[in-house]
């Protein structure tokens, strides 16, 4: 509870079944050529296999398995979900226990809403404006960055200022990351963005001249939860893995919190 905020929007997962529909959006259709960014090697599906809710948390289920989709043939599935809300300053929070399997990347992140990305749940409805134009708001991401210590988990903005590329960016130590929950938060206001684990800041985005370029964060954004497969990071490239994987992203609650007025 925050004295200082109003509660917007939020989903406790105290239901059974697949994600709220009145609150998530499946993002599945490929957004580059039949596949997604980063030469990722999974596909995206909206079939509860790979997301579902269940005694108190949802499940976003990462699986070795052959699937085809508009052509494109991959190892994995997984499931990507949009919020079907947007705000513009505040903070979220999202409680969560990730996989820490090599070659797994969870995330808890935030696009512009004016991305106009295909297949996502706004469209070209604010915009189309592309990514890194429209802004990312990376609040936690794990299995990126292998030559950090066990735990290490990051935080990162991606603008045009920095051609996409992770430049501005923070991180910290999980404890008992794979077996623990802990809070990811960011506070976002029109000055700054801060990041937080468990309520303790250690990173804040802060520009002193703020330009189109490197603070488009003046217009609403969308929460993302998602599992990505990305063996060539953390593997030799001809790792084949075995027969079976499943690797699961648990989170209890997702919050949105703006300012009082």
């Known amino acids: 509870v925050y004295t200082d905020l109003n509660l917007v929007w ?17 993002q599945y259709i490929p957004i580059i050529g039949g596949s997604w960014a980063n030469g990722e090697k999974q596909h995206y599906t909206a079939r509860m296999d790979n997301s579902f809710v269940s005694d108190g948390t949802l499940k976003i289920v990462a699986k070795r398995e052959t699937y085809t989709y ?6 994995f599935t997984s499931a990507r979900l949009n919020s079907k809300f947007d705000l513009e300053y505040g903070r979220i929070d999202v409680r969560a226990k990730l996989p820490k399997s ?12 004016n991305v106009g990305e295909r297949g996502n749940y706004y469209g070209t409805s604010a915009g189309n404006v592309g990514w890194p134009a429209c802004g990312e708001i990376d609040i936690m991401e794990h299995g990126i960055t292998s030559w950090q210590p066990a735990g290490f988990v990051q935080s ?30 960011m506070n976002w206001s029109p000055n700054q963005i801060t990041f937080l684990l468990d309520g303790v800041a250690f990173y804040t985005y802060n520009p002193a001249v703020k330009t189109a370029s490197n603070w488009p964060f003046d217009l609403e954004q969308y929460l993302l939860l998602n599992i990505a ?18 690797f699961v992203l648990n989170i209890t609650s997702a919050l949105y919190a703006s300012k009082k007025d």
């Open 70 to 75: 508009e052509g494109s043939r991959k190892s």
């Open 156 to 185: 990162a903005i991606h603008t045009t200022s920095s051609s996409g590329a992770t430049i501005n960016h923070g991180g910290t130590i999980a404890n008992n990351l794979g077996t623990a929950f802990h809070v990811y938060s």
């Open 229 to 246: 497969i990305q063996i060539g990071w953390n593997f030799d490239a001809g790792y084949v893995g075995p027969a079976i994987v499943v």
């Open 10 to 26: 939020n989903d406790e997962f105290n239901y059974e079944g697949a994600p709220s529909d009145k609150k998530w959006h499946h």
């Open 102 to 113: 090599e070659g797994t990347w969870p995330a808890i992140w935030t696009l512009g809403t």
